[in-house]
């Protein structure tokens, strides 16, 4: 079964300074992977997702993350943070089940705080 | 505005008691999901189903209950068995249950245990 692994609980950044948020899957079969982003005391937001192709994908808001397969991670990065960027960000991967259904496998989170 | 509705969005319950999280969406979507969120835990799934008048146990589904009688709507009850019910609850969707593709979210519930 997958796993996620998201190594930073909380990543302090000033504004305007880039961030990276790493995530580590544990195994590189048939991988669709996701970056959501949880404000506080509301949902979960889809921010980008890879499924196939490009291994480079770009959010609306100036994220970006990249499928790297050989080492099997999908950090988030984006160049320049605002203040508005403080929130929680969770990986997930896809997981297949027996019966063919898919599961979502989500890391324990990363909380980026953005200081002016 | 198609999406995922959950209410109430704070309950409180004294020990003992069972309460009913109710979840609904308009997206016409197959599969519904239940997760609980506690902190540094990220999120963990305790129920879902992929059809009407189906459903299969998750990770944590002990103290906890569903039903899906019609596709819009995936009640959750916490049940007086859950030893620490006190949580963020979070209901989902996907188009079908063959999609790998992303989960939608409603924006939760917090319950608390008095």
């Known amino acids: 079964a997958q796993s996620v692994t998201q190594l930073d609980s909380q990543v302090p950044v000033f504004e305007e300074a880039p961030v990276e948020l790493r995530c580590n899957y544990s195994?590189?079969?048939?991988?669709?992977l996701f970056w959501y982003v949880q404000y506080p005391n509301q949902g979960l937001q889809l921010l980008l997702k890879y499924l196939s192709g490009s291994t480079l994908v770009e959010s609306i808001n100036g994220f970006e993350a990249e499928f790297n397969k050989s080492q099997t991670s999908f950090h988030l990065r984006k160049p320049s943070v605002h203040i508005s960027d403080t929130a929680e960000y969770f990986c997930a991967v896809s997981d297949r089940r027996m019966d063919s259904s898919y599961k979502l496998i989500f890391g324990s989170g990363t909380r980026l705080l953005v200081r002016p | 505005d198609g999406g995922i509705t959950q209410s109430p969005k704070y309950l409180f319950r004294k020990e003992g008691q069972n309460v009913t999280l109710s979840c609904e969406q308009n997206l016409n979507h197959d599969a519904m999901y239940w997760y609980r969120q506690d902190p540094g835990q990220g999120l963990r799934l305790i129920y879902y189903?992929?059809?009407?008048?189906?459903?299969q146990k998750g990770d944590i589904a002990e103290g906890y209950s569903v039903s899906r009688e019609k596709k819009e709507s995936f009640p959750l009850t916490v049940t007086s068995a859950q030893k620490n019910p006190t949580a963020f609850y979070l209901c989902a969707s996907t188009q079908d249950r063959s999609s790998y593709n992303e989960q939608f979210f409603g924006p939760g519930t917090r319950l608390t245990v008095l």
């Open positions: 189903s992929q059809i009407v008048n189906d459903f």
């Open positions: 195994s590189s079969v048939s991988v669709y």
